[in-house]
């Protein structure tokens, strides 16, 4: 009697196996979640940051990430220089500009 119900028992939970698909499917879902929620939303803002560091021109009012605010005066490829008082320049790296105070100003 008990090796019957023993046999059933294997042969149900044989069946009950998943597969690779159903197994995978919660990683799956976890990676597309994180993309979205995650890598999606970074590299749009690293898009938009590149493309507002290529606009910038002389005379522009800049924040910078150490949270100096100063005025463009010279511009290269990977450095501006910034007048933060009258007469007093810095030079710092471009990718350091935060954001420009004209265009907050217009908001």
């Known amino acids: 009697m008990f090796s019957s119900v023993a046999y059933a028992q ?3 939970a044989a069946a009950a196996t998943p597969s690779m698909l159903e197994q995978f499917l919660p990683i799956i879902a ?11 939303p970074q590299s749009k803002k690293m898009k938009q940051q590149a493309t507002f560091l290529t606009q910038l021109k ?9 949270g100096i605010l ?38």
């Open 30 to 40: 976890i990676f597309v979640i994180f993309y979205f929620l995650m890598i999606r």
């Open 58 to 66: 002389r005379g522009d009012q800049v924040l910078t990430t150490g």
């Open 10 to 12: 294997a042969a149900g």
């Open 70 to 107: 100063g005025s463009i005066e010279g511009l290269t490829d990977e450095y501006v220089t910034l007048e933060v008082a009258q007469g007093v320049r810095i030079r710092i790296l471009k990718n350091q500009i935060a954001s420009s105070q004209n265009s907050e100003e217009k908001k």
